[in-house]
């Protein structure tokens, strides 16, 4: 199932996206670099061929580990999948390395915390011979790995180069539908990262169901307040990357985000949680996106509680107190 897209794949980041990721490509009959930074752990993943992250699947044939970022960069389009805050490192390395009008799939879901960038200006800034486009939406890497049916939107200025994109790592259980919306699609991914801390912290805390799905719908309008100040389309934050990712990772105790908040709301302190839970992006973006909505008067009371909560200034209950003061208003 090869199709009309491009033939190799170097996917940048050995992590549980990362490798998904390289299943999915490998499922669209890709040649695949997956690479890796540590050598001695891709050394041993060439010789197991088993992902134990992702539940222990295997590794297609297809696929080829490295630590050799230069190998796994000779190839025609890269898929970037480290953590936000590590993307412009990782950009910066693969400068000169990378050939001009590469295609850049951008998976990770974050804000950079010290610049206020979305994923896909980093990469313009340090490779602005590259183009960038941005995959995001509901799938858990386990799930993605597995070939269970999942639906993720992938964005790109270039709309037709968005549609071979998607055509190169999509297949009948990987779909992806496509759109010209690069910052609606970045802006999903990071909000709902911030906004099911929430969601897992009213959880944590004991609040039943009804409690949840309050929070959701309004973290929802939020989400779309933030989004549509920031350039976004209405029905791109309505969809997969947007709304259909918000419900997955609210609502799921699979997510790291969510189960951080969980800890939170548990009484767990902030260092264990973030021990225990691995990378929660929204750990890290919650502050930024709070300060990016203060500065162009987006009333976003959920996610600057969650930052206030991670930045140690709010204790859960004084967070909950803090939104239930809020009178209610017009929906
Ligand atoms: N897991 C999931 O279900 C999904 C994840 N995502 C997004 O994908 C991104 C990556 O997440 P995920 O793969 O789950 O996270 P993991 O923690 O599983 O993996 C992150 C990977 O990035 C590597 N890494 C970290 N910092 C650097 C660096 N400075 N240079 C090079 N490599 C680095 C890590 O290497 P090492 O192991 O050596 O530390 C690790 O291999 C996140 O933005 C996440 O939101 C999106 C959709 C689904
Ligand atoms: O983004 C995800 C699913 O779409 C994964 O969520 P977590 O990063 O919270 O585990």
């Known amino acids: 199932m090869s199709g009309s897209g491009f033939k190799s794949i170097g996917v940048i980041g050995a992590g549980a996206f990362g490798a998904a990721l390289a299943c999915a490509a490998a499922r669209a009959g890709r040649h695949v670099g997956l690479w890796g930074r540590d050598a001695t752990a891709m050394a041993e993943l060439a010789q197991t061929r088993r992902l134990p992250r992702l539940d222990g699947v295997g590794l297609p044939e297809a696929i080829h580990p490295t630590a050799d970022l ?28 990378v050939a001009a ?88 991914g990071a909000a709902k990262n911030v906004l099911a801390i929430a969601a897992g912290i009213a959880a944590g805390r004991g609040f039943g169901e009804s409690t ?62 973030i021990a225990d839970v691995g990378l929660a992006e929204g750990v890290w973006t919650a502050p930024i996106l709070a300060r990016m909505a203060a500065d162009r008067h987006v009333d976003m009371p959920i996610a600057t509680a969650v930052a206030a909560l991670v930045a140690g200034k709010a204790s859960v209950d004084q967070a909950i107190k803090q939104l239930l003061s809020r009178p209610p208003r017009a929906e």
């Open 70 to 97: 230069a190998e796994a960069a000779r190839a025609d389009a890269l898929i970037l999948a480290v953590p936000t805050q590590a993307l412009r490192d990782v950009c910066g390395r693969l400068a000169g390395t």
């Open 212 to 273: 949840v799905a309050a929070l959701l719908a309004r973290s929802f309008a939020e989400l779309t307040r933030f989004g549509l100040a920031f350039g976004a389309r209405p029905e791109t934050l309505a969809g997969l990357s947007g709304l259909g990712d918000l419900i997955l990772t609210g609502t799921s105790s699979r997510s790291r985000n969510r189960r951080f908040g969980e800890e939170l709301g548990k009484g767990i302190g902030l260092e264990t949680a």
């Open 101 to 188: 009008n590469t295609p850049l799939i951008l998976a990770a879901k974050g804000i950079e915390r010290s610049s206020g960038e979305f994923v896909s200006q980093i990469a313009a800034e340090i490779l602005p011979g590259c183009v960038p486009a941005v995959l995001s939406g509901p799938g858990f890497a386990a799930d993605i790995a597995k070939a269970y049916p999942t639906a993720l939107t992938l964005a790109c200025a270039d709309g037709s180069l968005g549609e071979r994109l998607a055509r190169t790592i999509g297949s009948p259980t990987f779909r992806l539908y496509h759109t010209d919306d690069m910052r609606g699609v970045e802006i999903g």
